[in-house]
């Protein structure tokens, strides 16, 4: 029986957990590392959701003791399961992985996908931050529009108690606190809900599937709402995957982003309307090198702005979503196009104001910029994020996050939100490729 140990981050690893390793004698899991996300390090894998084969649950350790933690268990072969992340950080976890004497392994999505009773349309990108939730709530008002229920199911974020997470569904604004999220789960979880949408999320993604083709609101068809850059849990009838011309010829150096690029059936690249020509060509063109028979959509990632007059001539501080700027490595978002557009006189540097857990932020991803990003993992960050607004010495305060951050913390400046909707360019659009899909599989 080999020993495994799955390099995580609290998603995938979970999962390639439940879905492969749970029940199979082969293998026994020892362990668990976790990365890219504060404070989920230090805890374990319950055992109420590990099974019978682990009655006393599985060590969560934090990735820097991955060597300490590969000889102190003798662990076989190392599983990574993140994404979002280039190549050289794959293989270079990889070269550590085999120092230490165990082998490096990535699973693939044949035994770990699972298959609902519905049509299932995912959506994917090629890094966080392409525009993949705007698209899913495209996608979702299209099929709404023609009569069908759908029912979404997100990319795992569970933070907190994982047995409490084991299934959970958002219909309202009161399930959010019900579940006690975190600011990264509100972005996600939030504008489904305010569009009038069920959604699901948790640990167990057998039992949220079950219960989503089984939503007491109905369902028709299973939107997958893919997280970072990962490929589908649920084997996918209909695969759409989001490209961004702002990070050329990431869709080719970045895992798992390569992979839902070459498993699309649709490769929307969005943001055209704010790319440069040389940069939306490069993206196109490596569309055309690994995945041909791909239908490419082109789109624009428009935005409105509820109170322009806070912007134009201000000195403003943009807040965008925050793993978008870390792991996502994005350097421009909706609030700094905003910010250009609406003629802002100065956009302020947060970094000299930030207290707390933001000065650990920045100095982990300091290639963020003069951007703050809306880092909420827990109640500590939430407080240092309302601090830093207020040291930071601006006139105003774009807020580009995808939830009204203005609900969740006291902004004790004059603010304006700044919303982001698909736009598609020319032709074909999704409304066009989902109505084949529908005349397709009988559900038009």
């Not at 009655?55 to 102190?72: H, Q, S, T």
Request: with cysteine; hydrophobic share 40%; charged share 25%.
């Amino acid at each position: 029986m080999k020993k495994v140990l799955i390099i995580g981050a609290a998603g995938r690893d979970f999962h390639n957990f439940n879905t492969y390793y749970r029940d199979n004698a082969a293998y026994e899991v020892v362990a668990f590392t976790a990365a890219q996300i504060p404070d989920i390090a230090g805890r374990s894998y319950p055992k109420e959701l590990a099974g019978g084969r682990y009655p006393n649950g599985i060590p969560i350790f934090a990735e820097d003791e991955l060597e300490d933690v590969i000889k102190k268990f003798d662990v076989d072969e190392c599983v990574f399961s993140y994404s979002d992340v280039n190549y050289r950080y794959v293989m270079s976890l990889g070269a550590r992985v085999n120092a230490a004497g165990a082998a490096f392994c990535l699973l693939g999505h044949k035994g770990t996908q699972l298959t609902s009773t519905k049509k299932v349309v995912a959506v994917g990108a090629v890094r966080t931050g392409c525009g993949k939730s705007q698209t899913s709530r495209k996608i979702v008002e299209i099929l709404n529009a023609k009569g069908l229920k759908v029912i979404a199911v997100r990319h795992p974020m569970p933070y907190g108690d994982l047995n409490a997470q084991k299934v959970q569904r958002f219909a309202s604004l009161e399930d959010l606190k019900k579940h006690n999220c975190t600011i990264e789960e509100m972005e996600e979880y939030e504008p489904h809900i305010a569009s009038g949408n069920v959604i699901y999320a948790g640990v167990d993604y057998a039992e949220i599937l079950r219960q989503a083709e089984n939503d007491p609101s109905g369902c028709d068809v299973i939107l997958w709402d893919g997280g970072n850059n990962d490929f589908p849990f649920f084997k996918p009838d209909l695969m759409v995957t989001v490209t961004d011309p702002h990070r050329p010829g990431h869709e080719l150096s970045y895992y798992p982003g390569e992979v839902t690029l070459r498993l699309a059936d649709v490769v929307v690249i969005n943001k055209i309307d704010s790319s440069n020509f040389e940069d939306i060509q490069t993206v196109r063109t490596n569309i055309a090198k690994v995945n041909p028979h791909a239908t490419v959509v082109d789109a624009a990632s428009t935005i409105t702005v509820d109170s322009p007059e806070v912007i134009k001539g201000k000195r403003v501080l943009v807040i965008e979503d925050g793993p978008t700027l870390t792991h996502g490595e994005m350097k421009i978002g909706a609030g700094v196009v905003a910010a250009h557009r609406f003629g802002a006189s100065e956009i302020v540097d947060p970094r000299e104001y930030a207290v707390g857990r933001l000065c650990e932020t920045y100095a982990t991803y300091p290639n963020i910029g003069q951007l703050l990003p809306a880092m909420g993992y827990g109640e500590q960050q939430i407080q240092d994020l309302a601090a830093t607004i207020d040291n930071t010495p601006c006139d105003s305060v774009i807020v580009a996050t995808p939830i009204d951050l203005g609900r969740i913390i006291k902004i004790n400046k004059p603010h304006t939100r700044v919303a982001y909707a698909l736009q598609e360019i020319g032709s074909p659009t999704l409304e066009q490729i989902l109505g084949d899909f529908l005349t397709k599989h009988g559900l038009k």
